[in-house]
């Protein structure tokens, strides 16, 4: 038997609220040594097997923790931890466009976890609203003792000692059931918190897909923009006349005799062909370039 198993064993147990709950009389333990579960005698409720993370013991009692609080912090402590490292991804994303290939492979690992933690959250809460629910039941029980006992002393049933014992150990018990419905309300409260938290980083995950995509598509995205302005001059009839316009000079022509092609050419240098051009030398150049 370990020194664990022998410093737990025979010591009372309560609830993190004080109520007492039975008394340790035995442990199971894994190949390892460690304890798993914890044997508590809860009287005429019998034998409670408790795993052992849900106890904390010290020098001459057992706490015993709920599970439903257990819970609720770890899903806290992850949820929370997960959405600081989206934040913090974002804003590196911001400062430098270089990881954007590698904060979306974080990124998707964290919408993961996540949706995961979604799934769990679900269950929490149902465990949340089931156990308000009992503590609820209590409270009606609890005040029904009262308005009783209160009943009794009226008609002489029961001394007023009596009376003031009743009170006293059933005001006990209201606030040990009041203190766990607020830290309930607490928890669930953060849980909401948390929950707006992430619609609030939906708009910034959206950003980072967007600017995620790979440069090639922003080229090109780009270049259509460029190409955008030229359509409405295409479409216009003014300048389309103007560019078109030789083209209707030379077809007509064509039909004729070749000679008033050349005899064009000459006649506006201003603007030459690209035969023109590669046959022309400097003064032709600095020529055209005076009758501009």
Not at 78 to 106: F, H, P, Y
Request: hydrophobic letters at 30%; a negative charge.
């Amino acid at each position: 038997m370990s020194n664990d198993e022998t410093e737990i064993i025979g010591k009372k147990v309560k609830d993190m609220y004080g109520t007492h709950i039975g008394k340790v009389v035995g442990t199971i333990t894994d190949i390892d040594g460690s304890i798993q579960t914890v044997g508590i005698d809860c009287g005429s409720e019998g034998l409670r097997q408790i795993p052992f993370d849900q106890l904390v013991v010290q020098n001459d009692v057992v706490i015993f923790i709920p599970k439903w609080r257990l819970d609720s912090q770890r899903l806290l402590r992850e949820k929370g931890l997960t959405l600081r490292r989206l934040k913090a991804l974002i804003d590196l994303v911001s400062e430098n466009d270089d990881m954007k290939e590698s904060a979306e492979m974080l990124h998707e690992k964290y919408k993961s976890k996540l949706l995961s933690l979604d799934e769990t959250e679900k269950e929490i809460k149902a465990l949340l609203d089931s156990r308000t629910t009992e503590l609820d039941e209590q409270m009606k029980s609890v005040k029904m003792l009262i308005f009783d006992a209160k009943i009794q002393y009226k008609s002489n049933e029961i001394s007023e000692t009596m009376f003031e014992s009743v009170k006293t150990q059933t005001t006990d018990l209201v606030e040990h059931i009041t203190h766990e419905k607020a830290e309930i309300s607490n928890v669930q409260r953060r849980l909401d918190d948390l929950s707006m938290d992430v619609q609030t980083t939906e708009a910034p995950r959206q950003q980072l897909q967007d600017e995620a995509v790979s440069y090639l598509g922003n080229q090109d995205e780009s270049e259509i923009q460029a190409k955008l302005p030229e359509v409405p001059i295409q479409e216009s009839s003014e300048p389309s006349q103007d560019p078109i316009a030789p083209i209707p000079q030379t077809s007509e022509p064509a039909s004729q005799p070749v000679a008033p092609v050349p005899e064009t050419m000459p006649v506006n240098p201003s603007i030459p062909s690209e035969d023109s051009e590669k046959k022309s030398n400097e003064s032709d150049w600095l020529s055209r370039m005076e009758a501009q």
